[in-house]
């Protein structure tokens, strides 16, 4: 999980993997209200995995 770009992380992570990140800016916000808006929260962050697990 990288609340910044993921651009680079597949050439250390793989092609086949779920690579939970921040790919939107320009934006300004408190903390978590912004993190809410950019699914990164842990409610977004499950849902994702399991998704890409199919459970």
Do not use: P
């Amino acid at each position: 999980m990288e609340t910044s770009s993921s651009f680079g992380w597949h050439k250390f992570a793989g092609k086949k993997v779920l690579i939970i990140a921040v790919d939107k800016y320009g934006k300004s916000e408190i903390g978590q209200k912004l993190l809410n808006e950019f699914e990164f929260n842990i409610d977004s962050i499950v849902n994702k995995t399991k998704e890409y697990l199919n459970i």
